[in-house]
């Protein structure tokens, strides 16, 4: 077997320093916010201008469904999960409900303080920055040990949950505040997905060979997608709860979403960070949202990996804070989700925040929780 190009080595190893799983479902892939979403500026409309805002615009109904296809993921490999892991999801969860509820409830006071001009609920806007900040990833070839290396990424995994569910409260919030219509809002967008989850269902039990099969795949995801978008939901959420069911259900469903998403898992990761990329605005609302949400979720997921390994002491690194620090991609999903329902100028300045935020956290992490080379 021939070796590969030496330009292409020279680029693999340093792009192997930052290989992640992006989302728990994922297999671990190098796609480096720090690369990616500079390239999608660079092609945007505000440099070389290939992907343009119609361009982009056309792209939005692919981005819900890339969104969907995420969430079923996540639900899929969460419903598989044994009773074993039920600690490390709650060390996870506890440590992103943490991470949330410092940077929300810092950035809510500062957008208060500041007088900020923004042309949304601040509460959601705050509450979107903590979600994207509770999300987390480790460096595959992170110096640890390897089995506080392997409890690591089983929380970075798991931290995905509770943000997806809080995520879609957010963007309810966002179009109707209210306990009420967040109730309706989530029944609406849960339904959605379970019927659209047993239509599928039903539909691969009886396809005739795998190409048929593909293609029922295909169209059940665009479903997801295209209902959450028309609820004006979270597709993350809903396809969770597809994801959920497909994994419970009995025949072989999940098996076959899975076979056929692991060709485009990271392609699809690959397209939401050029999207975001070619979707940066840096307004002075955005600057201003930037350095407390890398300031704050920092010292979030210090505090929430400090708490974790405290609560389970026999269980968790005592660095885990630490080593969470690598930024989740699932939290530049949820950006790209709340740009696509929030006023222009809110929700580029959230999503432009979140990506120059998660740039800032990968470098931050290759100082403070450096991987070692492989």
């Not at 021939?2 to 796609?31: E, K």
């Not at 505000?46 to 056309?58: E, K, N, R």
């Not at 959450?228 to 597809?242: C, D, K, T």
Request: hydrophobic content about 60%.
């Amino acid at each position: 077997m021939t070796d590969a190009p030496a330009p292409r080595r020279a680029l693999d190893r340093p792009l192997q320093r930052f290989r992640t799983r992006a989302a728990l479902g994922l297999n671990p892939a190098a796609a480096p916010l720090a690369f990616f979403v500079p390239l999608g500026a660079l092609l945007g409309p505000q440099l070389l201008g290939w992907l343009t805002l119609d361009v982009l615009a056309h792209l939005d109904v692919l981005v819900s469904v890339a969104l969907a296809t995420l969430g079923v993921l996540v639900g899929m490999a969460l419903a598989r999960q044994t009773t074993r892991v039920r600690p490390v999801l709650a060390c996870a969860s506890i440590e992103a409900t943490v991470t949330m509820a410092v940077v929300t409830g810092a950035v809510f006071a500062l957008i208060r303080t500041w007088g900020l001009p923004l042309d949304a609920s601040p509460l959601a806007a705050a509450l979107m920055l903590g979600v994207c900040a509770s999300v987390s990833s480790v460096a595959a070839g992170h110096g640890a040990p390897l089995a506080a290396r392997q409890v690591a990424s089983n929380i970075a995994d798991l931290d995905d949950v509770a943000p997806i569910l809080v995520g879609a409260v957010a963007v309810m919030v966002l179009r109707e505040p209210g306990l009420g219509h967040v109730v309706r809002f989530g029944l609406a967008a849960g339904l959605a997905g379970l019927a659209t989850a047993v239509a599928g269902w039903l539909l691969f039990e009886v396809a005739h060979g795998p190409a048929e099969r593909g293609v029922y795949v295909i169209g059940v995801l665009v479903m997801l997608g295209g209902s959450a978008a028309y609820l004006e939901a979270s597709p993350l959420f809903v396809g969770l709860v597809a994801g959920v069911f497909w994994a419970a259900a009995p025949g072989q469903a999940d098996a076959i979403v899975e076979r056929d998403l692991q060709k485009v898992q990271h392609p699809l990761i690959v397209l939401l960070l050029i999207v975001a990329g070619a979707s940066l605005r840096v307004t002075p609302i955005a600057v201003w949202l930037f350095a407390p949400f890398v300031l704050f979720r920092l010292a979030g997921k210090l505090a929430g990996g400090w708490l974790a390994s405290r609560l389970a002491t026999d269980l968790m690194p005592a660095d885990l804070g630490t080593v969470l620090i690598w930024p989740g991609v699932v939290g530049l999903a949820f950006a790209l989700n709340f740009q696509q329902v929030a006023p222009a100028a809110t929700g580029g300045a959230v999503l432009t925040a979140v990506a120059l935020g998660g740039i800032a956290s990968e470098l931050v992490a290759l100082v403070v929780a450096p991987p070692t080379s492989a």
